[in-house]
């Protein structure tokens, strides 16, 4: 059965730096999301991807972060300058159709120290 | 803004017990509803999807009601087995927008056999 993948699996970077989450989509799915989840909060919506651009971003996503689909495959994610309150785990997402089942990767693992 | 609650936060029961996760949602303006399951340090698993003009979906042992106007739903969960230890996670679409998800905190649920 397809599904989302995502590497790494953990990252571990001082603040300051930056990272690049990346993630492969279901293969004929249109659509991406990134989400973040705080250790014992709520899993929060970051950015929505179509069409290679932006469709929505929430109040989280500033200028320190960034999207990419590099290529027919890949979808990125990039912090700037990590802050340690970026020490999350991220999910990318898919979905073949807007509004239809999202279709969530294993999750990256971020740690700012 | 759209809030998602769900109640309890915790829940713990023998094997074999039906049970019921509740989750509701501020903004009925909704245009589906889905049910996640979360199993520690992993990403989200689908579980059930409900259309907004839908009052209930069913899979396997488990269903899943809409109240729309009321802006509430239920996880019905039947026979629990251990397997089904988890946080399940209930989240929203709004009417418009690119299928962005607003998730409620969870439900962490423990079946001891």
């Known amino acids: 059965e397809p599904e989302v993948t995502q590497t790494p699996s953990h990252q571990v970077t001082q603040m300051g730096q930056e990272v690049i989450l990346r993630c492969v989509p279901i293969?004929?799915?249109?659509?991406f999301y990134w989400y973040r989840q705080i250790l014992g909060q709520k899993v929060e919506f970051l950015v929505s991807f179509y069409n290679n651009e932006i469709s929505e971003k929430s109040e989280i996503f500033d200028d320190q972060f960034s999207v990419e689909r590099p290529d027919g495959s890949n979808f990125t994610l990039k912090i700037r300058s990590t802050k340690l309150e970026d020490s999350a785990m991220y999910f990318c997402?898919?979905?073949?159709?807007?509004?239809?089942?999202?279709?969530f990767g294993p999750g990256t693992r971020l740690t700012v120290l | 803004k759209q809030e998602v609650t769900q109640i309890p936060a915790a829940l713990s029961v023998p094997e074999g017990e039906n049970l019921v996760l509740n989750c509701s949602f501020t903004?009925?303006?909704?245009?589906?509803l889905q049910w996640f399951r979360q199993d520690p340090g992993k990403g989200l698993t689908s579980l059930l999807l409900?259309?907004?003009?839908?009052r209930e979906q069913t899979s396997g042992r488990l269903n899943a009601s809409l109240d729309k106007s009321s802006g509430r739903s239920t996880l019905y969960i039947a026979a629990s087995q251990p397997g089904d230890s988890a946080t399940y996670l209930c989240a929203v679409t709004p009417h418009s927008g690119y299928s962005t998800l607003t998730f409620g905190k969870g439900t962490m649920l423990l079946v001891s056999p």
């Open positions: 293969s004929n799915h249109l659509y």
């Open positions: 903004d009925s303006a909704i245009y589906n």
């Open positions: 409900i259309q907004s003009s839908q």
């Open positions: 997402a898919s979905t073949g159709r807007a509004a239809d089942t999202q279709y």
